[in-house]
């Protein structure tokens, strides 16, 4: 008598599972990037997310200090980056285990794959555009350049970054 009640409550939920509506709005991933800032940036670009141990990521000589190393996935090679540190801001990342990378690709014929090391990821959220605020007065002009907007939750301003923008000084570092 209890299976068949679990099924018929199982096949009731996926049932309303199917219906159910999407959110309405892009999709963005929400990371923290140090202990203290909260930040969005669009899935458009990520092509996957990750925790990898350290040991996995393989350190390279005469590199920025926001440069961590090499890592392989899906049989690609890329470099990984402290976000923080990269954004100018303090790094939390210390001497971890592992990190939690985001794996981003560049809109080119032949892209190029970056990952984003960040203290933690928290979940996908999806943004209608009316919600998202161009005016980026909030934050120091350092920080401004890797923005595409922000939004505001619960009394707070969580920036939206822009990775054409990251990938731009990532290009610098190398001139």
Do not use: H, W
């Not at 018929?8 to 219906?19: A, Y």
């Not at 999407?22 to 996957?48: F, K």
């Amino acid at each position: 008598m209890k299976t068949s009640n679990a099924v018929s409550r199982i096949t009731d939920n996926l049932q309303e599972l199917f219906k159910a509506k999407l959110a309405s709005g892009d999709a963005y991933i929400r990371i923290q990037i140090t202990s203290d800032m909260t930040a969005l940036l669009s899935m458009e670009q990520v092509q996957e997310s990750l925790v990898i141990d350290t040991e996995k990521i393989t350190s390279l000589p005469s590199m920025p200090e926001s440069a961590i190393g090499i890592m392989s996935s899906r049989n690609r090679v890329f470099c990984v980056f402290d976000l923080a540190q990269l954004l100018a801001l303090p790094s939390s990342l210390g001497s971890p285990r592992q990190y939690q990378v985001i794996v981003l690709q560049t809109i080119e014929e032949q892209p190029i794959y970056i990952g984003l090391a960040v203290t933690r990821l928290q979940g996908m959220v999806r943004l209608p555009v009316e919600k998202i605020q161009s005016s980026l007065d909030a934050f120091p002009s350092e920080l401004a350049s890797y923005l595409s907007g922000a939004v505001i939750e619960e009394e707070t301003v969580i920036p939206i970054l822009e990775f054409n923008s990251i990938f731009k000084a990532l290009a610098q570092l190398n001139e």
